[in-house]
Structure formats: C-alpha cells, structure tokens
C-alpha cells in the first residue's frame, strides 16, 4: 500500500511539474523577451500568445500545451498499464499546473488546451464529437465562446455514453468543471 502512495504522490507531482510548463509564456518570453503576463490580456495561453505574435504563437503554444499532456499521460499510461486512476489523477495535475504554475506566482493559463488534450489522451471519440457540437452551436448561435463552452461541455456527456470507465468519466467531468471555473478567475 506504501509503494502505491509514493507512485501517484510521484505522478501528482511530475504531473504538476509537467503542467507548469507555460508554453505560452515561453515562446513569448523566446521571440519578444518580455512576460505575456503584462502584454494584451495577461492571460498565459494560445489566445493571448496568438495575439501578441500570431498564428506562430498560438499554434506553437497549442503544440507544447498538448504536448506536455500527451507525453506525461503516455509515460503514467506505460509505467502504471494503462491505470485509469492514474490516467486521470495525472490529467488532474497536469491541469493544476497549467492553471497555477508555481515558477509563475500562480498565475497560468485557463485549461483549455489541457482539458482538451487530456481529452484527445483519455477518450478520443469524444473530441470528434466536440467537433461536431462545436460546429453546429456556432452555426446556430453565431457566437465563438458559448459555442465553445457548450461543445467543452459535450466531452462528459460523450464519455457518459461511450466509457466503460467510471474513473475517466468522473475525471473529464472534473476537469470541465476546472476549466470553467478558471474563466472566472
């Protein structure tokens, strides 16, 4: 039972470590030198790096935002056999991280390329289902961001019918709801 405590007490923390990794904050400080926290709107994600340098900065965000969850979820699925419970324990602090970046003061990004990544990692069905509600809400309600919250909100409820795994559902519930709560923050 010990051995178990200090595995996940490893993958919370290297998963948190892992989720700090501000890329937005990187590639800004990279190609301007300054600190994305005080330039348009302070926020250290895509969004905010794409406005400062353009698609360059907003896909390049995006790649090591997905990508830092991509490798930290593929290394906890080898070393744990694919354990839902680490699986998601993982996303949970992959996400802390991005929101609360400890070398940031706290201060990171909203969560969305995490929750969706994580997503992507842990039920891929549901991301193509995203998609689709994405693309019908826009073209209903001709607004981007309840568009985008109402297909955020459609991976649980996907995962809800295609999953076999309570602990993945349960996990990409808690991670929407991580996500919206940090729009308000």
């Known amino acids: 039972m010990e051995h178990i405590i200090i595995k996940f007490i490893i993958i919370m923390l290297i998963s948190y470590f892992a989720g ?3 890329g937005a904050y990187y590639v800004v400080k990279l190609f301007t ?3 994305i926290r ?6 250290v994600g895509a969004t905010n790096a794409g406005r400062v340098l353009g698609k360059r900065g907003f896909l390049l965000t995006i ?3 997905a990508g830092k969850v991509f490798i930290t979820l593929a290394i906890v699925s080898h070393v744990f056999m694919n ?3 680490a699986l998601v324990t993982s996303a949970i602090f992959l996400i802390i991280g991005h929101l609360y970046p400890v070398q940031l ?3 990171g990004g909203k969560g969305v390329v995490v929750y969706l990544a994580s997503a992507l990692f842990l039920s891929p069905l549901t991301i193509v289902v995203m998609a689709i509600v994405m693309g019908t809400s826009y073209a ?15 991976i649980p409820l ?5 999953e076999d795994s309570f602990t993945i559902i349960c996990g990409l519930i808690f991670l929407f709801f991580t996500v919206v709560m940090s729009h308000n923050k």
């Open 105 to 107: 003061g706290f201060q």
């Open 140 to 154: 209903v309600l001709r607004r981007y961001k309840v568009a985008g919250f109402v297909s955020m909100a459609s």
């Open 20 to 22: 700090s990794a501000a």
């Open 158 to 162: 996907t995962a809800f019918w295609i």
């Open 33 to 35: 030198g300054q600190d």
């Open 63 to 65: 790649l090591i935002d």
């Open 38 to 43: 005080k330039i348009k709107s302070g926020n």
């Open 83 to 85: 354990s839902n419970i």
